[in-house]
């Protein structure tokens, strides 16, 4: 249930990515709230693999990145394959936090962009003025409402119990309200890309 990071990654970040196809195979609902970096499967190689590096500087864990990059660009795959629907909330922050450079990031807000017109992606960005009725929370992951992956600094916690995943999905939900989306969404992404000049 509680993984610290250390020990997840302990042999590098490929196999995580590999563990964790099946699970992103079988579920046909993700739920994903994103309060610091774009979820992993809306990253483009480019971010990934600066944050990938940042992370494994971090945490000291053994250098895999170009593999573990091509692992998660794999088990992406299941946004473009598949019946698989998402929904997916992003702060408006996670816009501008750089965890790569800035042609990575233009790369990384363009394909985010793209990803919008797809029929089984439903993404919304929470204003960073918006009027919160709830906090920004630390990044969860739903699956077909039988487990959240929470991510916090120094661990991934896996809920099962059902009163605490009908929490995550109650916040998901209130996080909604305030979040824009379509044209007014497209708006925020651009005036990000506005910003790297």
């Not at 895999?64 to 698989?84: F, K, Q, T, Y």
């Not at 790369?107 to 919160?132: C, D, F, H, T």
Request: hydrophobic share 40%.
């Amino acid at each position: 249930m509680y993984v610290e990071w250390r020990q997840i990654h302990k042999d590098g970040m490929r196999r995580v990515h590999e563990q964790t196809v099946p699970l992103y195979q079988r579920t046909r609902s993700f739920r994903v709230y994103a309060s610091n970096v774009m979820p992993g499967m809306l990253q483009t190689a480019g971010y990934a693999a600066g944050l990938l590096r940042a992370i494994t500087i971090f945490q000291g864990t053994p250098d895999d990145v170009e593999d573990a990059v091509a692992a998660r660009l794999n088990r992406s795959r299941v946004i473009r394959e598949g019946d698989h629907r998402f929904a997916l909330l992003l702060e408006e922050t996670v816009l501008y936090y750089r965890v790569c450079d800035d042609e990575a990031m233009r790369g990384q807000l363009e394909y985010l962009l793209s990803i919008m017109g797809r029929p089984n992606v439903a993404l919304g960005i929470i204003p960073k003025r918006a009027r919160r009725t709830v906090w920004p929370l630390e990044a969860f992951y739903s699956f077909d409402d039988q487990q959240v992956a929470v991510e916090t600094l120094t661990a991934e916690i896996n809920l099962t119990t059902p009163g605490e995943i009908r929490t995550y999905l109650r916040a998901f939900a209130e996080l909604s309200r305030g979040a824009v989306r379509g044209e007014s969404a497209k708006g925020l992404i651009r005036d990000a890309l506005s910003a790297l000049g």
